[in-house]
């Protein structure tokens, strides 16, 4: 059977790539490994984006990489570029197309004066959770957005929590990328998906509630139960968000599109990703899957891939071993 062997990058659609990079590296510790530009036919039919160009940073931070993506349209097509979709303004911490990276600190209160705490904020202020909470008692952190509105989170662990990694000594101020945070509808059908189709592990599942959970999501009345997954390999894993309380307003992302400023990509190395992609083609668990392209492996880490959208739209690049 297929099964996912790390979590290569999680990457966004952003339009100001300069002032996105500096940003990151001022405020939360990224490095920029390289800049390219991408103008090989695969990336358009990868990404279901025909005739797609662009320009891709890689940003590092300790073993994960933030890819940020700054689509460059040609003059024909420039309007349908322009009408990719914006991040909505009232995006909230239940809607089904959120998403956020979860980045690893060794010291929230001074990694939050960085420059984060001027960013717009999702959180009231850092929040530690509860000592009743068993599973994630005494983790602090707090969310907010970057300049383009992508959400984020910073996340100090105690020293009973969190990967062995997180607790080496004399850490960094800024670690490294814990997992990728996605809003869901149903727990069952994800881990269907992500487990059952991709080989991924589910490792944790808790509820989280409470007024540290309303500050912390900015959110009233909050129960939200949360899935942690891990890839075979070490590294960053998925976590699942699946708002019980408040649900009335759990809006899904319509008719998503590559070049949304909306959209996070998840890239992951897959085992047998033909074999994957025939079994893909044969469930209605997927929003949607494109086909298989080959790709040139000095913009990728395999030469063959291919894109699908879980059970809520999330987007997968899923790159063959």
Known sequence: MSQVLKLASVGQTTEDL???IAWYCKTLGFRLINQERIDHPSLGALVGSPGAVVERARLALGQEILELWAFEAEQESRASWQAGEAIPADSQSNDLWFQHICIVVSDLDKAFGMGANQAEQISTAPQTLPSWNQGAANIQAV????PAGHALEILEFPPDKGAERWHLPNPPLFMGLDHTAIGIGDTAKSVDFYQGLLGLELVGQGI???PEQDHMDGLADTKVVIS??????????????????PNSQRRPRQ??????????RTTLIVEDLPGLHERLSQTNAVDSLGPLVSLPTALWEGSQGCQVRDPDGHALL????
């Open 143 to 146: 969310k907010f957005k970057d």
């Open 18 to 20: 300069a002032k996105q």
């Open 318 to 321: 899923l790159i063959g071993a």
């Open 255 to 264: 008719n998503p599109q590559a070049t949304d400023l909306n959209e996070w």
């Open 208 to 210: 989280n509630h409470g």
């Open 228 to 245: 942690s997954l891990r890839p075979k390999e070490q590294g960053m894993g998925i976590e699942f968000l699946d708002y019980q309380q």
